[in-house]
């Protein structure tokens, strides 16, 4: 499958992952604990903008088995989750079989899939991914044009400093083992001001932004000031 907007070799990385994805302490664990804080922190700010979330249609592109997805989807909007991972698309199918009220859909595809069939959504939230793509102007851009002319964009990803190297490579891969060795590349990882960048040119700009961090007394991830690992981004024309 040939994209500026994904990778093959990362579909197949996280295609192998599809059977554990679910598991909280299995291999996508840091996801898991991270989720809560910045579903909190997106649906926040979803709120500011928009009154009713039952009129508010999601993307969540890039989803793998739909931990961002479905808790989107419970939130209260009306979801779809996309990945280019078929396998992971139907892990996250099976794990929301039989939760009832949820509207929420999965398909597997490209956002140019989207494009060609002239879809827009009020909200597109691209979590984790934009490390991974090949192109990551070509891919902000792609977004802007799946947006609704009101909409929000949000993004998460990892700041390429030295405490995202120990952090999100040397300790989530090699020490604490809580991803496989390989998940990441630092050299992909984006600053703030390169996805300011992406954003300025496709037509927008950063309205919020928040660091995310890890809470080692509780053991969960909170928002903050801190963008020096991993931060989340809104983005609106």
Request: with cysteine; hydrophobic share 45%; net charge negative.
């Amino acid at each position: 499958m040939s994209s500026e907007t994904v990778s093959a070799d990362e579909i197949a990385r996280f295609d192998a992952l599809a059977a554990e994805w679910w598991d909280p302490n299995g291999p996508m664990r840091p996801l898991h604990r991270m989720n809560p804080a910045r579903i909190d922190w997106i649906v926040s700010r979803i709120d500011r903008r928009f009154a009713d979330r039952s009129q508010i249609r999601v993307l969540d592109l890039g989803c793998g088995a739909g931990i961002a997805s479905e808790a989107l989807a419970r939130a209260g909007f009306d979801v779809l989750g996309m990945d280019a991972a078929a396998e992971a698309i139907e892990a996250g199918r099976m794990h929301a079989e039989g939760q009832v009220d949820l509207r929420l859909r999965y398909r597997v595809g490209l956002a140019e899939d989207l494009l060609a069939e002239g879809l827009r959504f009020d909200v597109i939230t691209a979590l984790e991914v934009i490390e991974h793509v090949p192109d990551p102007a070509a891919f902000v851009r792609a977004l802007r044009d799946l947006m609704a002319p009101s909409g929000l964009m949000f993004l998460s990803t990892l700041n390429r400093t030295p405490e995202s190297f120990v952090a999100a490579k040397l300790g989530a891969e090699y020490l604490l083992r809580w991803l496989p060795v390989g998940t990441h590349d630092w050299r992909k990882f984006i600053t703030p001001t390169e996805m300011a960048g992406f954003l300025r040119d496709a037509g927008l700009f950063v309205a919020d932004s928040a660091g995310l961090s890890v809470d080692p007394r509780r053991g969960g991830w909170h928002t903050g000031r801190n963008l020096r690992v991993g931060y989340l981004v809104q983005a609106m024309g």
